[in-house]
């Protein structure tokens, strides 16, 4: 597998397949939700096996950052590689300077940032139509 960071304009070639799969046509945002401005400042994380994008996330500076619209195809589901992106984000980073990071977890999703340290730290709201909750990660 191949992991690539790097701006939008490097990267939404490869990162909007997936997130159009995952997120548009598999979980049903709308289009006009899917792309915002924060694109153009985060780094951006893809993932390709046999050059295929299969995975992709989103860190975006900040007095907070976050990480966001994280997506695996779902036939690449329940591999680890969820797990191993996470895990280069974080060390993104902290090597950028971070010192605690965010992020808005699908409910369904809070036991897998949970097992690497995230922490709900809010109530239940709605995010485009899904139920999520904000997760903390200290330093």
Do not use: C
């Not at 300077?97 to 940032?113: E, N």
């Amino acid at each position: 597998m191949k992991r690539h960071f790097g701006t939008w304009q490097e990267l939404h070639s490869l990162a909007t397949p997936v997130r159009r799969s995952v997120f548009i046509e598999e979980q049903g945002v709308p289009e006009v939700l899917e792309w915002d401005e924060e694109d153009a400042i985060a780094t951006h994380l893809v993932i390709q096996e046999n050059d295929l994008p299969i995975a992709t996330a989103r860190l975006i500076p900040g007095v907070t950052w976050r990480i966001g619209r994280m997506a695996v195809l779902s036939s690449y589901r329940k591999q680890g590689i969820g797990s191993q992106m996470l895990k280069h984000l974080i060390q993104e980073a902290k090597y950028q300077g971070a010192k605690h990071i965010q992020l808005h977890a699908q409910v369904i999703a809070i036991p897998f940032y949970a097992r690497h340290g995230f922490e709900p730290t809010g109530p239940i709201f709605d995010e485009v139509g899904i139920d999520h909750v904000l997760m903390t990660l200290e330093f």
